[in-house]
């Protein structure tokens, strides 16, 4: 297993991505975790990921006894250097300052190197830099500007890097990867779809046993896999329960009823009119994504205590948990709230069952392709657990939903007619909460304004805006002014992750 050392970089959920697209484990840890946490856990390779903080100012909180040599180390980074310091180099601060591209000179001799190019694009993002490495040490890479991007030690154990091989800007960053771990640490790729049904089902019989569990399941492919595999691990004892929360998309509430009814322990309930009650005139997403949580919770009670049910299961992932808050208690800066993280109340009834946290959602689609899920869920664009209420920016109520609807389902019929849909990860239509002026039928009009969003991704973390071709996005935009009532106008965010988010809210 490879240990990744949490700095509070919002690239370390990508260190961890890479490693497993290798097929190798790893698990992300708090950058106060000790050297015989590393031994218990039979960690034989460490990461030290990038961070937002300075070597030469901050308390480290990092246990220097993992740079023994003992370890296999990769320090990224922040992390390089970290390594630099503690074994007695020096780092600066503003000297040499390099973000974005950047060409990188390794020395090719370097196994960790192995089949790169002369001249290779990296990501740089750092304003400190080595100045001097520590004794033992050698250079094995530079950049354009700085003549210490790459080191390692005598023994060929600990390296260091000072980009960040886990973005996809940079070039060969997956080779480095399996270069460091295959070639130099001697790991093997052994992490696949059995192994990963084999350790959820084992969580679930470990955290469950002979208890009852509810399944908080929305229909998308995360809460669907977890209900198929609840069905099959714990049998009646589970129930699948689907809310209604009045947010979902067009024609979703009678696809999910339909398919589930008839595969697993399953009940419905309507709660559109609680939902939209509760969120009149709130305007704040935060608040929205509270109170959506909350609600959410206390139907599950409800319904949990006449199932006599004590936990309750939900489909949360990596980069729920990663947005809403740090779980690796690391420095790592909250994004926003998710309802079935961040947004659940401090005090409940249930114990949480969670297999999924440390899964992403690329993961999450081999299994259910491995267990025969449809290829209507294991397809279905990832959908906001707080649903249509985050992509109605402001109020929610009946009417700007189902303006929201109409112009969503145009967006969705659009882009699969173009045989888009398989290739993109998410298309969607935003509402704004502005009006424009418009001309229809020889009349002023002052209506809404929607907003289309389709991105690319892998994971969720980053996301490039698609280049749609011109006469998709005229069909979409002339079928919304045409058919839904209430639009004279539609918008293209043309806006990557980051600086923004996926979704607007």
């Known amino acids: 297993m490879v240990g990744i050392i949490d700095f509070g970089s919002q690239y370390t959920q990508l260190i961890a991505r890479r490693i497993r697209e290798l097929k190798i484990y790893c698990e992300i840890l708090p950058c106060t975790t000790k050297y015989e946490e590393l031994k218990e856990k039979n960690i034989k390779v460490v ?29 990224i980074c922040y992390g390089m250097q970290i390594i ?22 390794p020395d090719l001799k370097e196994k960790i190197f192995s089949g790169l190019k002369k001249g290779t694009i990296v990501w740089m993002s750092h304003w400190d830099y080595v100045s001097k490495i520590p004794s033992g040490f050698k250079i094995i890479g530079k950049s354009e500007n700085n003549e210490i991007s790459a080191i390692r030690d005598k023994n060929g154990k ?63 492919v995360d809460s669907s896999l977890l209900s198929i595999i609840l069905n099959k691990v714990c049998g009646k004892n589970s129930l699948s329960i689907f809310v209604n929360n009045g947010l979902l998309r067009k024609n979703e509430p009678e696809e999910i009823i339909n398919f589930f009814k008839e595969k697993v322990n399953f009940k419905y309930v ?18 929205k994504r509270k109170i959506i ?14 199932f006599e049910a004590e936990y309750l299961a939900q489909g949360t992932l990596y ?21 079935n993280v961040g947004g659940l109340p401090e005090k409940m009834k249930f114990k949480l069952v969670e297999p999924f946290k440390f899964l992403f959602k690329d993961e999450i689609r081999k299994i259910a392709k491995k267990l025969d899920l449809p290829d209507f869920i294991i397809k279905r664009h990832p959908f906001p657990g707080p649903g249509l209420a985050v992509r109605i920016i402001g109020s929610v109520n009946k009417e700007r ?24 990860w998410q298309a969607f239509a935003v509402l704004l909460p502005i009006k424009s002026v418009g001309i229809m039928g020889d009349k002023r009009t002052y209506e809404n304004v929607i907003a289309l969003r389709i991105v690319r991704s892998l994971d969720g973390m980053t996301a490039d805006w698609v280049k749609v071709p011109y006469k998709i996005l005229e069909k979409i935009s002339n079928r919304i002014v045409n058919e839904v009532n209430g639009v004279n106008r539609v918008v293209y965010d043309i806006t990557s992750k980051p600086p923004a988010t996926i979704e607007w809210e």
Not at 273 to 283: A, G, M, P, Q, S
């Open 293 to 306: 949580g909350n609600t959410f919770i206390e139907i599950f009670e409800k319904e949990g205590e006449k």
């Open 47 to 75: 990461v030290l990921s990038g961070g937002p903080s300075h070597v030469y100012d901050e308390d480290l909180r990092f246990d220097e006894r993992i740079l023994n040599g003992e370890f296999y180390v990769l320090g």
């Open 84 to 105: 630099a310091k503690l074994k007695g180099g020096e780092v600066l601060h503003g000297k040499i300052r390099e973000y974005g591209k950047t060409l990188f000179y």
């Open 401 to 424: 939903l189902e303006i929201l609807k109409e112009a969503d389902i145009i967006v969705e019929e659009e882009i699969k007619k173009a045989e888009l849909y398989d290739k993109i």
């Open 319 to 339: 980069p729920d948990v990663i947005e809403s808050t740090s779980p690796f208690k690391g420095p790592s800066v909250r994004i926003k709230t998710h309802h």
């Open 270 to 287: 309507d709660a559109s009119e609680l939902f939209l009650k509760r969120l009149k005139n709130i305007e704040d997403p935060e608040e």
């Open 158 to 220: 600990i390296y260091g890097v000072q980009f960040h091989p886990e973005v996809i800007h940079t070039k060969e960053g997956k080779k480095i990867f399996k270069n460091f771990l295959s070639k130099i640490c001697g790991l093997k790729p052994d992490w696949n779809s059995e192994i990963m049904i084999e350790r959820i089902e084992n969580e679930i019989k470990e955290k469950v046993g002979n208890g009852k569990v509810i399944c908080a399941l929305s229909g998308g």
